[in-house]
């Protein structure tokens, strides 16, 4: 299984020799709308280009905007996306292991919440099965009571 954070890798002579993208054009590689891209830029996770007229982005733009959606499915908040980010150069792989260890936490605490509810549902919808149609049902019963 590929990396999930690795970035296709773009030589310099690739990225410059490349046109100029505009925001719909940035927008249609990376599979995102184009106010994905400008709310990506007010959460100051891309760069807004600067000059007059026309904004143009290179092609990095695109990159950065699959790395934000691929780190997004795991989980990352965009705060901790932008922290990634700032640590790109993979020199602070303490830092960068302590951020992707608190998400792992997040998910490991969220497996044991749907385990719970999983259990439960189950428990409930086999009561519902053996009951008798003169009394309330189980999963109502449980669902109206105090929790």
């Known amino acids: 299984m590929p990396h999930v954070f690795a970035r296709p890798a773009i ?67 965009l705060d901790e996306i932008r922290e990634l980010m700032g640590l790109e150069d993979g020199g602070n792989r303490g830092e960068i292991r302590t951020i992707a260890n608190s998400r792992l936490a997040g998910i490991r605490d969220k497996l044991k919440d749907l385990q719970r509810m999983e259990r439960l549902l189950s428990q409930l919808v086999l009561d519902c099965e053996h009951s008798t149609a003169s009394t309330r049902c189980p999963i109502i019963a449980a669902l109206s009571g105090p929790s």
């Open 11 to 77: 030589s310099r002579e690739t990225s410059r020799a490349a046109p100029a993208l505009t925001i719909g054009g940035v927008a249609r590689a990376a599979d995102v709308g184009v106010e994905t891209v400008r709310y990506y830029q007010r959460r100051r996770l891309l760069p807004i280009p600067h000059g007059g007229g026309v904004r143009r982005y290179s092609a990095d733009v695109v990159d950065r905007i699959r790395f934000i959606k691929r780190s997004q499915a795991l989980g990352f908040t």
